[in-house]
């Protein structure tokens, strides 16, 4: 028993040893530690990763982001632009990496005011993922069927990747854009979870209820919904999915909308109207030439 205990404690040593490298430093000289190793592919300039991270100066910690959202941060690996720049830290890491980064804050063009000579600024990062818009894509399709199936939806898949299923048909024209739509929504995501409405007083308590509107393929709205509300008519009330690409993205839409979330609407489109065209240029009839006297 007492071998077998002795075998288990050296194990777990190892296993420890191979989670944390030995201080390192980056091209530019920053100090680093590897505190635990992930298995992931190396990272490379312009690969859009997601991070989570937390600042410190000396042991006290500054920030998190873990203290706002639940969510990671995107950033873009690009070419370091000076000596002491943490895009070359980046490129030392693979996915799945927790690294530590320490930098003297003499070394830094611009201090914060509170800092003391000699002060070490450390920010540690956790590597969620690489970001990958065709595997995102993939994963966004696999959990959309999944609920257009578990929810019966009767859906059609525009050329853009918008599922649209009308539940009622409505009688009206079909609009174009430019129209001014007024619309009737709720949205929410896969989950359930309801992050918006124009329909229920409990999300915007204090604010009237009334039809959004907006001109339809200008931009005023998530991509999505441009293409979703081309579908219907005048009339009709559908639920519409939207891929995250089609949607708010790798950045979200606020601590509800997280990275890459796919969103799911209950649409109704009330009313159409096409644009006021605008009244023709007056003609002006140049004056006759002066007589000579």
Excluded at 48 to 57: G, P
Excluded at 100 to 107: A, C, E, K
Excluded at 172 to 185: I, L
């Amino acid at each position: 028993m007492k071998k077998n205990n002795l075998l288990l404690v050296a194990s777990l040593g190892l296993l420890l040893a191979s989670c944390k490298s030995g201080p390192k430093k980056t091209p530019g000289g920053i100090d680093y530690t590897v505190e635990k190793s992930g298995n992931g592919a190396k990272l490379k300039i312009g690969d859009t990763i997601l991070v989570h991270f937390t600042s410190y100066l000396n042991d006290s910690m500054i920030m998190s982001t873990r203290q706002h959202s639940s969510n990671a941060v995107p950033i873009v690996i690009t070419k370091s632009n000076d000596k002491y720049d943490l895009m070359d830290g980046f490129a030392q890491l693979t996915e799945g990496d927790s690294a530590l980064f320490i930098m003297p804050v003499d070394s830094m063009k611009e201090k914060p005011p509170f800092v003391k000579p000699g002060d070490k600024f450390k920010v540690g990062f956790y590597v969620e993922s690489v970001y990958s818009a065709a595997k995102q894509t993939a994963k966004d399709e696999k959990a959309i069927k999944e609920y257009v199936e578990k929810n019966k939806l009767k859906a059609t898949k525009t050329e853009k990747g918008v599922y649209v299923a009308v539940t009622q048909e409505g009688t009206g024209e079909k609009p174009k854009n430019g129209d001014t739509v007024s619309m009737n929504y709720t949205g929410k995501l896969l989950d359930g979870k309801t992050f918006d409405s124009n329909t229920d007083s409990t999300i915007h308590p204090g604010m009237p209820l009334q039809p959004f509107v907006f001109a339809l393929g200008e931009g005023r709205v998530i991509p999505g919904w441009d293409d979703a509300i081309l579908q219907l008519k005048k009339g009709s009330k559908a639920t519409i999915v939207i891929p995250s690409a089609m949607g708010y993205g790798l950045r979200g839409g606020g601590p509800i909308i997280g990275p890459n979330s796919v969103l799911v609407f209950n649409v109704e489109l009330m009313d159409v109207k096409a644009p006021v065209a605008a009244p023709p240029a007056p003609v002006v009839t140049p004056a006759a030439p002066a007589k000579k006297k």
